[in-house]
């Protein structure tokens, strides 16, 4: 274990050194894959020096770190907002918008080199998997490259709410082999019975809280209107953050322990 942290000392000192960095140095000092960092460079957000081998400067480096720190995009806010690890209630207005933040949800998950896992319900969610893709293709994700990296799952629920605690747990282990956190996304469908859903929601809380999880679920506004107030606001606790995200803005809030 000493040696390891000998090891990792040694390698930033000699980036902190290097002025010109090539690909695999970025991508070994920000946790992500060489292939994203490659789009960065295709797409003209992170400047590069394109030759026999693509090289980037640190002083640009550091200023694509900056405007990422600072930036008021969507995926900006969310990477500044989401902690490690988390469990987030997203409320959506509509089904675009829902679309949109699972793709800003997973582009942070890949920017920290995370494992992006989406439940869906196959059929009766109305959506196929090649749908999915296509949705979130649409916002930017590069899903066909993460999927051929090994990066990105679609995961069918068999049952109406999903063995997801034990799901869950069986991807942590794999995971944690590769050193990856895991980022899931999943949403409360309306055929899913409340009271089963906050009970397994209940499980997945304390199983985050020691965990290297990002879990987001969402729930479409209109289907609020169906919860008592009593569930909804049990709903908002069971979970160490909160989302709403509607076409005049985003709100973002955090529960915060009794004093």
């Given amino acids: 274990m000493l040696a390891a942290v000998e090891a990792k000392e040694v390698q930033e000192e000699a980036f902190r050194d290097k002025d010109l960095l090539d690909t695999e140095d970025v991508a070994d000092y920000l946790g992500v894959s060489p292939v994203t960092i490659w789009r960065w460079c295709r797409e003209g957000s992170l400047p590069c020096l394109i030759g026999r081998q693509w090289r980037i400067r640190r002083s640009g480096l550091e200023d694509f770190l900056e405007r990422g720190e600072r930036s008021e995009t969507l995926v900006g806010r969310l990477r500044t907002f989401l902690e490690m690890p988390d469990n987030v209630l997203a409320v959506i207005q509509n089904r675009e918008l829902m679309y949109r ?64 605690v034990e799901e869950l747990r069986n991807l942590l282990t794999e995971e944690n082999e590769e050193g990856r956190s895991v980022w899931v996304n999943f949403n409360w469908e309306e055929r899913v019975d409340l009271e089963t859903a906050i009970g397994q929601q209940e ?21 609020l209107d169906e ?10 606790v069971l979970h160490s953050a909160t989302l709403w995200l509607s076409e005049s803005g985003l709100a973002l809030s955090r529960v915060l322990p009794p004093t």
């Fill in 101 to 164: 933040l699972d793709a800003a949800f997973f582009k942070v998950g890949e920017a920290r080199g995370g494992m992006l896992v989406k439940y869906y319900s196959g059929e009766e969610s109305g959506l196929s998997a090649d749908e999915l893709r296509e949705n979130l293709e649409r916002e930017g994700l590069e899903v066909s490259s993460l999927e051929k990296e090994g990066r990105l799952r679609f995961i069918v629920e068999t049952e109406p709410a999903g063995e997801r």
């Fill in 203 to 223: 499980e997945i809380t304390r199983f985050v809280e020691e965990s290297s999880f990002v879990v987001k679920t969402t729930v479409l506004e209109e289907s």
């Fill in 227 to 236: 919860w008592p107030g009593t569930d909804l606001r049990r709903a908002q």
